[in-house]
């Protein structure tokens, strides 16, 4: 096996949330439900929605973000990769959006489509680039205007979701012992049918009758996903520690998706993490879909609560199925 000359570090970070708050109480008043249910059953207090804009729009502020606090020079990034499944369009990709808007002048880059699995994918795609020696800063963003494709006359699914973005920014390390460690990463169509937007694409074009028949909003069937990523997130998690020698002390914190708390509590048990150990941040956002992750690093960093040389296990499961763990140190 070849040995690598460089490992992956995160070495800057950024997230943006729109200011707009849509709480429990909103949808108590506006179907039937309650504020009680959903924070039982899901953890989610409020959630964040953009008005006005798109996925573009929280990307970019996302990235700049992460510009401003590490004094990052745009022209540097060589690689943007935007894992979403609300872009702005089909195509031209979202990652060619926002690299005019940033000034990247010098990147190339693509979207990429996991749904909640989308920053893990990205992350370790993003990483075999550096790894490879072949680029320098590669720039990896989970993005979604979930509200985009919501229906918000059905309660199983619009309680769940909000809007956001957050960014990464990977580099070379010559420690090894550092950046990403380790992954296991899966698809599966068997899911297909589980979690899905069915209408607008080659299978389902848009037409009045996809329109009628809602094709065109995510529809998902809970206790399906609910019963597989509960397995799902908490085996592949629980594998990763084996594999690698891991023992719960030697974990700083699990880093969930963050889709239902019931879901994130299962993995941290299946691990034997204390609560304060894993991750959350579910009741301000609900879940991000492709920003979850990133959400979480970015605001735990920020208040100071991972620090350098810390040991951290990523996971997540969604749609398709997609779903897996990595394992990282933690660089700044
Ligand atoms: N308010 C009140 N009742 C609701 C509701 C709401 N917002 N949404 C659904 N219900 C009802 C359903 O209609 C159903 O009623 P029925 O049994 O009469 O048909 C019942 O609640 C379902 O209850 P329960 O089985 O206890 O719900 P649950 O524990 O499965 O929770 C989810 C529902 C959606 C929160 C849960 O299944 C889930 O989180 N699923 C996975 C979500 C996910 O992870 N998605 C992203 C990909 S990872």
Redesign the pocket.
């Given at each position: 096996m070849k040995t690598k000359k460089y490992s992956a570090v995160i070495t800057a970070v950024g997230m943006y949330v729109p200011d707009k708050v849509l709480d429990n109480a909103y949808?108590e008043s506006t179907?039937?439900?309650?504020e009680e249910?959903?924070t039982t059953?899901?953890g989610i207090k409020e959630r964040r929605i953009l008005e006005n804009g798109a996925t573009s729009d929280l990307a970019t502020k996302a990235t700049e973000d992460l510009l401003q606090q590490h004094n990052v020079n745009p022209e540097e990034i060589d690689v943007i990769i935007i894992a979403t499944v609300t872009p702005d369009m089909l195509f031209p990709a979202t990652a060619c959006l926002v690299q005019e808007r940033i000034g990247a002048n010098n990147a190339w880059g693509f979207d990429l489509s996991a749904?909640?699995s989308g920053f893990l994918f990205a992350y370790q795609t993003g990483c075999a680039f550096i790894e490879s020696g072949q680029y320098k800063k590669v720039l990896v963003i989970g993005a979604d205007k979930m509200s985009s494709i919501l229906d918000y006359s059905d309660?199983?699914?619009?309680?769940?979701?909000g809007d956001g973005a957050a960014a990464v920014l990977l580099e070379q390390s010559e420690d090894l012992n550092l950046g990403l460690q380790n992954s296991t990463l899966r698809i599966d169509g068997v899911g297909k049918d589980k979690?899905l937007m069915s209408g607008g694409g080659s299978l389902n074009p848009p037409t009045h009758e996809t329109v009628d028949k809602k094709m065109h909003y995510l529809y998902?069937d809970?206790?399906?996903?609910?019963k597989v990523?509960v397995i799902g997130?908490a085996d592949v998690s629980y594998e990763l520690m084996q594999k690698n020698n891991l023992t719960s002390d030697d974990i700083a914190f699990l880093v969930p998706?963050q889709?239902?708390k019931?879901?994130i509590d299962a993995t941290g048990k299946r691990m034997g993490l204390d609560s304060d150990k894993v991750m959350m941040n579910i009741d301000k956002y609900g879940?991000t879909?492709a920003a979850t992750i990133p959400l979480c690093l970015v605001e735990y960093y920020r208040d100071g609560r991972i620090k350098k040389g810390d040991k951290l296990i990523l996971s997540?499961?969604?749609?398709g199925y997609t779903w897996g763990s990595s394992y990282l140190v933690w660089a700044i």
């Open positions: 949808f179907m039937d439900t309650t249910w959903i059953r899901t749904a909640c309660r199983n699914s619009c309680i769940l979701f979690l998902q809970g206790k399906a996903v609910f990523a997130m998706h889709a239902n019931r879901i879940n879909t997540a499961f969604g749609a």
